[in-house]
């Protein structure tokens, strides 16, 4: 009976598969046209803002329902037929607001019924994508969000009591008008992060993550632990392109872990740097993810101002992991890997400038001025200018037309995420819970900025257990940012903390996705890889800090460097704690003087910063001197 039953699923499976395979010429072309539609749209076409909203939504929708099938069971020609269903139903409630758009504001914006059914069916098929997409926590949260405001907010006593509003009245809020499902978060998707996601792809397909590994291993493989520090070179240039912590861990990983584990290091280790360093893609420059565009729009602060202020922190952070690196080959003794030097330098940047230009080119226009989507609009077209000029990745018109459908696929689910946030966000606006939340959040911490951190710190990781990153940061900032202003942070550092500390959910045991990935490539224990993961990335906890009590962020350059430059020493001696080698093996008993002298590096004090110094240059002397007596 069991093997009978493991047959039928296995022929089920197969049908499934094929069935599914009929349909992607269809998905492929239908992603090309999307991505064809939002480059026109972002460059030389106009729509009004809720317009291009509502088609980025319907677009993605329709394609999102044909590649995540409603369920693995039943039938499978009902269950396709109704992913087709909901595709063309999806397609038609965006299309619906256009068309009636010009006849609801003649009714003085009084709905009529199906102006009702259209709104509801918007957001039923957005929270059944969500689910689809990302899980059944944002769908759940939206809906707790929207009864609140219909039904038990007005039993609730307190601070969070709410009378309520009429169904009618939520309904065209959230579908008629910028407040709900094609607000601020749907216009950051539909334009910035479609945009780069679109820029990523064409650079991939033009040999960009050929070109980042071998540029990471001629820069850094003639060093100690070479192999763990291509990981975080590599990982840091790849995640400014790819957008996902879990991708860059993927797409790197599969190459720098087995590399690392050949060079010595052991596999938790090798799994737990790559994760550290992918999950860091998101927070650097020029591109960071998605959080950079959202911060921009959130905030109303210039993307320049914000990819500006980021660039030292990021740096921090990744030469926390490259000590990390460097002192664990020291203490175990691993050797130079020669082979890991691979060509030359200059030969490989010689071969791979086609992929350089288009990043030069994107920052030169940030730089002068353009805006973030006009300026990867036209970066895109010299990706493949310049790929002309290379005689291995030249982009054809099949690399095109691949390059277009990747990076609608790729931009599915961030979108989907987004529009789906637009309903949380609009029901916190709507309800004024973000106010509230944020003054019982100064309450509960009694004024303190640091146990107040403590707490934004404990949510993000409690958010990050159910949600991505880029939700979390989102209900964080709405949520949080005001108390942090209210005590003294100016906005931009409030963002900044809010959005590093967003990042943990991808290490921190017990859902930290990015762990999980690498140690299925390592072929390690999830758990363990995410403790190792933990310990490796404390910048992610640490760096916030700076933001909060020094000059990191809103001080002049002088000020900014000050912080920086003692930064890096104090994460160097900071490691040594956690590694046991400093200059040389260190003793247990002298890890806690190290530790108090790292904080001496880290305090918003010049004067502390240089008695810290020169107390490093002490121990160095001392340490190579013991080592060279020794010898």
Known sequence: MNKLQSDQKIEKTKAIAIARSRLQPFIYWLAVAVALFHIWVN????????????????????????????????????NLILDLFLSILILGVSVYLILADQALYDRNEVLILPDLIFAGLAIFLVLELTRRTAGIIIPIIATLALTYILFWGQYIDGIFYFRGLSLPRVLYRMYFTDEGLFGSAASISSTSIFMFILFASFLL???????IINLSRAIAGKFPGGSGLVAVFASSLMGTISGSAVANTVSTGSITIPMMKKAGFKAKFAAGVETAASVGGQIMPPIMGAGAFIMAQLTALPYTKIVEVAVLPA???????GFYVYQEAKQKKLQVEDSLGGDRLAKIIREGIH??????????MLIAGYTPTYAA??????????????????MNLKDILDALALGTKNAVSTGILLVAAGIIIGSIAMTGAGVTFSQMLVTYAGGNLFFALILIAIASLLLGMGLPVTAAYIMLAILAAPALENMGISLLSAHL????????SNITPPVCLAAYAAAGIAKTKPMETAIEAWKIAKGLYIIPLLFAYTALIDGNIWQQLDVFIFGLF??????????GYLFRAIALREKIPLLALSC????????????????????????????AIDS
């Open 600 to 627: 001496l590096l880290f305090f918003p004090d010049f004067r502390l910063h240089l008695i810290g110094f020169a107390i490093g240059v002490f121990i160095y002397i001392y340490q190579t001197r013991k080592t």
């Open 355 to 364: 992929f350089l230009v288009p990043i030069a080119f994107l920052i030169g």
């Open 377 to 394: 609009g036209y970066s895109i077209i010299i990706v493949v200018i310049s790929s002309w000029f290379s005689k291995e990745h030249k």
């Open 497 to 504: 903390i809010i959005f590093w500390l967003s990042q943990d």
């Open 205 to 211: 397909k033009s040999g960009g993550s050929e070109f």
């Open 315 to 321: 740096i921090l952070y990744f030469a926390n992991i």
């Open 43 to 78: 460059t030389f076409g106009f729509l009004s803002e809720t317009w291009r909203n509502s088609l980025h939504m319907g677009l993605l929708g329709a394609l999102a329902f044909l590649m995540y099938p409603i369920a693995k069971q039943g039938s499978v020609k009902i």
């Open 570 to 579: 104090g994460f160097y001696i900071l490691t040594s704690v956690f590694t």
